[in-house]
């Protein structure tokens, strides 16, 4: 987008239909954007994606995972830190950091129950 606002691109035209996005991240070096849908708008999985900034390639990072939203993206890029919570609503959430390369979730809290 131009900065006076010409030129706009809508990123998610091409991916999956992803219903509802919140949470925007955008990576250090501005090639990725970052950020947390539902697939089909409105269930109870919630999951990050990322997807080049000209929109070319759209990636669900979390699969699936129980319910997992986008809080803050590494300096170098290589791990997400993320709310997530087996089912929206449902249950406590915990903080899990995410490999970005590998997909493998660390809990960094853990609530019983």
């Keep these: 987008m131009s900065i006076d606002g010409s ?8 991916g999956p239909e992803l219903g509802f996005k919140r949470d925007l991240r955008i990576s250090p070096d501005g090639t990725y ?4 849908a539902a697939p089909d708008g409105f269930s109870d999985i919630w999951d990050v994606y990322r997807i080049d900034r ?3 390639c759209i990636e669900n990072l ?7 939203m986008i809080e803050d993206v590494s300096s170098d890029g290589t791990l997400a830190l993320l ?3 087996p089912q929206l609503f449902q249950g406590n ?9 590998t997909g493998e ?5 853990q609530h019983q129950g």
Excluded: M, P
């Design 62 to 68: 979390t699969n699936g995972r129980g319910t997992c």
């Design 7 to 14: 030129n706009q691109i809508r990123l998610s035209e091409n």
């Design 93 to 101: 959430s915990d903080i899990v950091l995410l490999n970005i390369s």
């Design 54 to 56: 000209d929109g070319a």
């Design 33 to 36: 954007l970052y950020f947390t």
């Design 83 to 85: 709310e997530s919570t």
């Design 105 to 109: 979730l660390t809990k960094l809290t």
